[in-house]
């Protein structure tokens, strides 16, 4: 099955459109966004892609921002050894989940891969993409299943908190003041 989802980036004033494939084997997301941030152009491509229980595998990010162009590559092996430009990782060792900061797409990846019974709440470590200051570190984030599609996202330590909705798929539908879906449409055609 594939969606394909448009999100408007409120706070980043972005366009993206994502392309979500998911098999029985795996998940594969091939994104395109486009935006503007503090008098900054910016146009990032990303590549996706995960196991079939939503854990991030590979990522490749291409961004140009204003007139450079920056590249990453992420890989991760079953044993959650990662990689970064093809050199060993390990201070992402403990990591399981990826977040960029540009697209929403990344806050599906915990909520669809962890067990939310009632109202559970789980801490991950996570691979967090900065792609506006170049940054790329482990952080620990935190996710509370609030009611049948509604998530609440926390950075640990608490500096950041939003209450996420999710459609039926656990694709975001509205982050406040951050992004919203715009469209989305649903289909067997593959990548």
């Given at each position: 099955m594939q969606h394909n989802?448009?999100?408007?980036?409120?706070?980043?004033?972005?366009?993206?459109?994502?392309?979500?494939?998911?098999?029985?084997?795996?998940?594969?997301?091939?994104?395109?966004?486009?935006?503007?941030?503090?008098?900054?152009?910016?146009?990032?491509?990303?590549?996706?892609?995960?196991?079939?229980?939503?854990?991030?595998?590979?990522?490749?990010?291409?961004?140009?921002?204003?007139?450079?162009?920056?590249?990453?590559?992420?890989?991760?092996?079953?044993?959650?050894h990662w990689w970064l430009?093809?050199?060993?990782?390990?201070?992402?060792?403990?990591?399981?989940?990826?977040?960029?900061?540009?697209?929403?797409?990344?806050?599906?990846?915990?909520?669809?891969?962890?067990?939310?019974?009632?109202?559970?709440?789980?801490?991950?470590?996570?691979?967090?993409?900065?792609?506006?200051?170049?940054?790329?570190?482990?952080?620990?984030?935190?996710?509370?299943?609030?009611?049948?599609?509604?998530?609440?996202?926390?950075?640990?330590?608490?500096?950041?908190?939003?209450?996420?909705?999710?459609?039926?798929?656990?694709?975001?539908?509205?982050?406040?003041?951050?992004?919203e879906r715009a469209a989305?449409?649903?289909?067997?055609?593959?990548?």
């Open positions: 989802i448009i999100w408007k980036g409120i706070e980043y004033h972005s366009l993206e459109n994502c392309i979500v494939e998911v098999t029985g084997q795996c998940v594969k997301v091939q994104s395109s966004i486009v935006g503007h941030y503090q008098q900054a152009l910016y146009k990032v491509d990303y590549y996706l892609l995960a196991n079939e229980q939503w854990e991030t595998r590979e990522l490749e990010i291409k961004c140009q921002l204003r007139d450079e162009i920056h590249q990453w590559s992420l890989r991760c092996d079953a044993r959650s430009q093809g050199e060993a990782a390990p201070q992402f060792d403990q990591c399981t989940d990826v977040d960029i900061t540009l697209t929403c797409l990344t806050n599906s990846l915990p909520i669809r891969r962890l067990s939310f019974d009632a109202t559970a709440t789980h801490q991950i470590d996570v691979v967090y993409f900065n792609i506006l200051e170049q940054t790329v570190l482990p952080v620990q984030q935190q996710y509370t299943r609030l009611q049948e599609g509604q998530f609440k996202f926390e950075n640990v330590p608490n500096d950041f908190e939003a209450v996420i909705d999710v459609d039926e798929h656990g694709l975001v539908t509205y982050y406040p003041d951050l992004f989305v449409a649903v289909s067997a055609y593959k990548v």
